[in-house]
Each structure stands twice: as structure tokens, then as C-alpha cells.
């Protein structure tokens, strides 16, 4: 059985943030992809165009999951630009 300590840790477990890389924020309870890094901030952006700021430490990276969400909001808007929308 782990220690309640064990699992805060885990799940505050740091990650190397990359441009390109795509993490969840809990803050605004969305995927996005890591735009820039400025010190303890990263600018996170949506395949819609939607761009924010979050905290380096609150940010993890995506599941499987997040990750298709983000490719099907992108296929999405290529085929409503393409559609002349």
C-alpha cells in the first residue's frame, strides 16, 4: 500500500515541458500544445488558435485521449476552412 505522501508525489511528478508537446491544464480543464516557455509559465495553444498562459508545475503531459481530442478539433477545422466556412 503507498504512503499518502507517495502518491501527492507522483502526481505532482515533474515533466520536461517541449514546444510542440501536448499537456492537459486542470486550471482551464483542457488540452493544448506547448506554444513557447517563458521561465515558469508556458503558452499553450489550441488548434482552434485559442492561446493561454498557464504554470509550468500545474500543467501535465496528455493521455492518449487528450492527444486525439487535440487531432480531431484540428481535422475539424481543416475541413471547415476548406468547406469556405
Known amino acids: 500500500m503507498s504512503s499518502p505522501s507517495g ?3 507522483s ?3 515533474e515533466i520536461t515541458l517541449t514546444v510542440g508537446m501536448a499537456v492537459w491544464d ?4 483542457m488540452a493544448g ?12 495553444i489550441r488548434p482552434t488558435g485559442h492561446t493561454w498562459n498557464a504554470r509550468t508545475v500545474r500543467v501535465r503531459q496528455a493521455t ?3 492527444r486525439r481530442q487535440l487531432r480531431a478539433l484540428a481535422e475539424l ?3 471547415r476552412r476548406g468547406s469556405g466556412r
Not at 513557447?36 to 509559465?41: E, R
Open 7 to 9: 502518491d501527492l508525489s
Open 11 to 13: 502526481a505532482h511528478r
Open 26 to 29: 486542470p486550471d482551464r480543464e
Open 33 to 44: 500544445v506547448v506554444h513557447a516557455l517563458y521561465g515558469n509559465l508556458v503558452c499553450l
Open 64 to 66: 492518449d485521449r487528450e
Open 77 to 79: 477545422r481543416r475541413k
